[in-house]
């Protein structure tokens, strides 16, 4: 893997975690492991860190410490995860959410508009589901699901119908194949159009809001009393989820009442403002320009 990926609101992620040098910490999204690294940085010989990615690419960066697991693996089964590895609870748990730059920059991935290559999108290429399947596969209304909500693509009806029509033509393969539909109904500027129809199919080839749900539900589970959640997002369908939950334990975002309606709270929020990065970050790195952390701790 390329050393390109620029670890986003590091510092701030990091501290937050609080780190116990003797405990058990989750990285959930090793990437680069450039948030890994830091953990272990603040971990005594008696800590350990457990990392997660599901993506073959990222595994192969395994960092060589006795106090370090790499699980390649999907996220959303975390609890598993770490049961096989003989762990119940844990001290902390970090995700810092969607692709990295190692993803969208390695052209046969099929992430990024910018390179010819076969429409895939998989985070995990061993999964059934790439983009150009999704493309043949689903109906027109639930292409206006994807690209309205996830993209927030304001003509996903028309690019749906379209999509769809040219799809009965000729099969959309690669990137370039889409890409000359995008044209032709691009609205507004054209790269930010590309990228909200792309990030939309990539969430969900990768049912990264489903995962994210499964995650967070888990992660509950595994977490101390005391361990906090620190969680990066870069969507605000992503940002709203974590919210709701932190909030309240569900994704609605519903206060919960005992019988006697007394509300319980699962989290103590240790921002109740969510952090972005420092404008020196965000000219530095473009990623963390639309980066949203919160932090919450289990009660
Ligand atoms: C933004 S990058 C993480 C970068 C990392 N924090 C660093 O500093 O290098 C996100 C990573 O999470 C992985 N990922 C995303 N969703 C996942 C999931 N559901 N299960 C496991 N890994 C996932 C991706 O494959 C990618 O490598």
Do not use: C, W
């Not at 590895?85 to 190692?102: C, F, Q, R, T, Y």
């Not at 909500?149 to 769809?164: D, H, I």
């Not at 507004?188 to 995650?215: H, T």
């Not at 992503?238 to 006697?260: A, L, Q, S, Y």
């Amino acid at each position: 893997m390329n050393e390109y990926h620029v670890s986003v609101l590091l510092k701030e992620s990091i501290e937050n975690l609080n780190i116990l040098p003797g405990g058990k910490y989750v990285d959930l999204t090793f990437g680069a492991g450039g948030h890994s690294r830091s953990i272990l940085h603040n971990l005594s010989a008696k800590g350990h860190l457990y990392a997660f990615d599901q993506d073959a690419d990222a595994v192969v960066n395994a960092l060589v410490d006795e106090r370090f697991t790499l699980i390649e693996a999907n996220f959303r089964y975390l609890r598993r995860f770490l049961r096989l590895e003989g762990v119940k609870k844990v001290d902390g748990i970090l995700a810092d959410l969607g692709v990295s730059s190692h993803q969208l920059d390695m052209p046969e991935r099929g992430f990024s508009y910018r390179f010819d290559a076969p429409l895939d999108m998989r985070m995990n290429t061993q999964a059934d589901l790439t983009a150009a399947v999704l493309l043949q596969s689903y109906s027109e209304e639930k292409l206006v699901y994807v690209l309205s909500s996830y993209g927030e693509v304001r003509n996903a009806k028309t690019l749906a119908k379209a999509l769809v029509n040219a799809g009965k033509v000729a099969e959309i393969r690669t990137t370039f194949d889409l890409n000359r539909v995008l044209d032709q109904h691009v609205l507004g500027p054209r790269l930010k159009y590309f990228s909200q129809v792309y990030q939309a199919l990539r969430m969900e080839v990768n049912d990264e809001i489903g995962a994210l749900k499964d995650m967070l539900t888990e992660g509950y589970e595994v977490l101390k009393p005391g361990g906090r959640f620190v969680v990066i997002t870069f969507h605000s369908i992503e940002d709203r989820v974590v919210k709701n939950f932190f909030k309240t334990g569900n994704f609605d975002g519903e206060m919960e009442k005992d019988e006697f309606g007394n509300i319980s709270r699962p989290f103590v929020l240790i921002n109740k403002k969510v952090i972005m990065a420092e404008n020196k970050e965000q000219r530095e790195n473009a990623r963390s320009r639309s980066a949203k952390l919160r932090i919450a701790e289990k009660v």
